[in-house]
C-alpha cells in the first residue's frame, strides 16, 4: 500500500487538533500507510505543544494562508498520494483504503462526498448533492486526495489565493478529467454557518464565487470575506 501523507493546515486550531488526531488513528484501516503533517500559519494558542505529545505527527511552520501552508506541507511529504484535510472535518471509517482504491483504478484525485454535523434543511440540501462528480458541488470541507505526481505537474495550489484556493485548483482537476468522488460520507463542522447564520453565509460564499468568475482579485475577494464572514 502507498504512503498516505495527510496534510493538515492550522491557524489557532488547539482546541480542536486532539478530536481530529484521535478520529484519523481510530478510523485508518487495517495495514495502514499514512504520515501526518499539520502545517501551522502563526498561530498563538499552543498548538505546537500538544502536536509534540505526538510521535508520529509532523509539525512544521508556514505563512499564513491555507494554500501555501498546504504547499509546504507537500513540500515535505514522503507520501505518493496526499490527503488534504480541514482540521473540522472527519474522514469515514478506513478512508485510506478507499482512497487507495481509487488511485488503484486510475483515480489521481478526488474527495469524500460531505455531511455536515448541524441538520438545518439548507445544509441538508448542500450536502446532498456533494454526491454528484461535477464542479459546482465541490468545495474544500469534501477534502482533497490527490496523487503526489499530479499535484506537482498541475503545480500546486495557487499560493496567490488566500481564499477560494481548494475551489481553483479542483477546477484545473476538472479541466484534466482527474476527479472523482468517493460514495462515504466525510463529516464536516458546520461552526461558521452557526456563527454567520446559514442563509447569510451561503449568500456571501455564492457572492465570492461570483467575483471569482468575474475576474475579481484575491485581494478583493480576501476583502470582501474579511467583511462579511466572521
Known amino acids: 500500500m502507498n504512503k498516505i501523507s495527510i496534510i493538515i493546515p492550522v491557524f489557532n486550531e488547539a482546541k480542536n487538533i486532539n478530536q481530529l488526531l484521535s478520529h484519523?488513528?481510530?478510523?485508518?484501516?487495517?495495514?495502514?500507510?499514512?504520515e501526518i503533517i499539520i502545517v501551522d500559519g502563526g498561530s498563538c494558542d499552543g498548538i505546537a505543544e500538544i502536536i509534540k505529545t505526538y510521535t508520529n505527527?509532523?509539525?512544521?511552520?508556514?505563512?499564513?494562508?491555507?494554500?501555501?501552508q498546504m504547499n509546504a506541507g507537500a513540500k515535505m511529504a514522503?507520501?505518493?498520494?496526499?490527503y488534504f484535510l480541514h482540521c473540522d472535518s472527519f474522514p469515514p471509517k478506513n478512508f485510506d483504503l478507499l482512497i487507495q482504491n481509487e488511485v488503484d483504478r486510475g483515480n489521481k484525485a478526488g474527495?469524500?462526498?460531505?455531511?455536515?454535523?448541524?441538520?438545518?434543511?439548507?445544509?441538508?440540501?448542500?450536502?446532498?448533492?456533494?454526491?454528484?462528480?461535477?464542479l459546482s458541488c465541490r468545495g474544500g470541507d469534501q477534502s482533497l486526495f490527490i496523487t503526489k505526481d499530479l499535484f506537482e505537474e498541475i503545480n500546486g495550489f495557487n499560493a496567490q489565493l488566500i481564499i477560494y484556493e481548494d475551489n481553483e485548483i479542483i477546477s484545473r482537476l476538472y479541466q484534466q478529467k482527474q476527479f472523482t468522488v468517493i460514495q462515504k460520507?466525510?463529516?464536516?463542522?458546520?461552526?461558521?454557518?452557526?456563527?454567520?447564520?446559514?442563509?447569510?453565509?451561503?449568500y456571501h460564499f455564492f457572492m465570492i464565487?461570483?467575483?471569482?468568475?468575474?475576474?475579481?482579485?484575491?485581494?478583493?475577494?480576501?476583502?470582501?470575506?474579511?467583511?462579511k464572514i466572521k
Open 24 to 34: 484519523l488513528e481510530q478510523s485508518a484501516g487495517e495495514g495502514s500507510n499514512l
Open 57 to 68: 505527527v509532523h509539525f512544521i511552520e508556514s505563512e499564513k494562508g491555507r494554500a501555501k
Open 78 to 82: 514522503r507520501g505518493a498520494i496526499l
Open 111 to 134: 474527495c469524500f462526498k460531505m455531511q455536515f454535523d448541524y441538520g438545518h434543511p439548507v445544509l441538508r440540501i448542500s450536502q446532498w448533492f456533494t454526491r454528484f462528480n461535477h
Open 185 to 202: 460520507s466525510i463529516i464536516t463542522s458546520a461552526r461558521r454557518y452557526r456563527k454567520n447564520g446559514v442563509w447569510r453565509l451561503q
Open 209 to 227: 464565487h461570483i467575483k471569482y468568475r468575474l475576474g475579481h482579485s484575491p485581494e478583493s475577494m480576501l476583502q470582501y470575506y474579511r467583511k
